[in-house]
């Protein structure tokens, strides 16, 4: 259906979630077990967030144009130069601070629909653009965090999980600053924002994240 794609049956891919739910569980770093069970997995969020997309202006472009994010197709420098604040200026300096990169989203392998695989590549590839809207870091409150954020918007079964049991890894301290506070604003930003991949994110660049932020309906980080 599209390079790399590998067809499996049902059965296979149960067997597929329940092996990878199990790693990613077990090693919640491992990203290769969370992109397979976010493949195999989301049969029902897929579709749903693909419609939502094409019933969006921005959000049909996006899925006529096929643009991603790769280090091949970002002006660094130029990001880099950006105003502080900006979302490219504040994207770049996500990246360098926690020593990631947009290289490391694995391609879709197991989704059997064209567009769909490309939906799901689209939301890993803007997956390190909500840690910059959403002000989290990548250590394991942060990813928590984002994840109960992305559960609600996209309604992925990987996400829910994420934010279920990704908790279990935590302090008493921070499992009070999350239960208190980040999980009640995630949530209600989550509910508030509109899609997130309705966003052409690559024509905002220059946009402040603030007024990025507002727009989509997220709520100011606390």
């Not at 990878?20 to 749903?48: I, K, Q």
């Not at 959000?59 to 604040?85: K, N, V």
């Not at 921070?174 to 509109?194: C, E, H």
């Amino acid at each position: 259906l599209y390079p790399g794609h590998i067809p499996t049956s049902p059965l296979q891919k149960a067997l597929l979630a329940a092996g990878s739910a199990f790693m990613a569980l077990y090693d919640p770093y491992r990203h290769d077990m969370v992109a397979v069970l976010g493949e195999t997995t989301g049969c029902l969020a897929l579709p749903n967030l693909r419609d939502k997309m094409k019933h969006h202006p921005e959000g049909y472009r996006i899925l006529q144009e096929r643009p991603c994010i790769r280090l091949s197709t970002l002006d660094m420098a130029r990001l880099r130069g950006l105003p502080d604040g900006t979302l490219g200026r504040e994207y770049v300096r996500f990246l360098e601070d926690n020593k990631v990169s947009p290289d490391t989203r694995m391609p879709p392998k197991f989704v059997d629909d064209e567009e769909l695989a490309y939906v799901i590549q689209r939301y890993r590839e803007v997956h390190d653009l909500m840690h910059t809207l959403l002000g989290m870091p990548t250590n394991m409150l942060g990813e928590v965090v984002v994840k109960w954020f992305e559960a609600i918007q996209t309604g992925l079964p990987m996400c829910v999980l994420g934010a279920a049991f990704g908790p279990l890894r935590l302090s008493a301290r921070k499992l009070q600053v999350l239960a208190t506070k980040l999980v009640p604003w995630a949530i209600r930003s989550g509910r508030n924002a509109s899609c997130i991949l309705n966003v052409y994110y690559e024509q905002r660049w220059e946009q402040p994240v603030e007024s990025l932020r507002e727009e989509i309906g997220i709520f100011p980080p606390p």
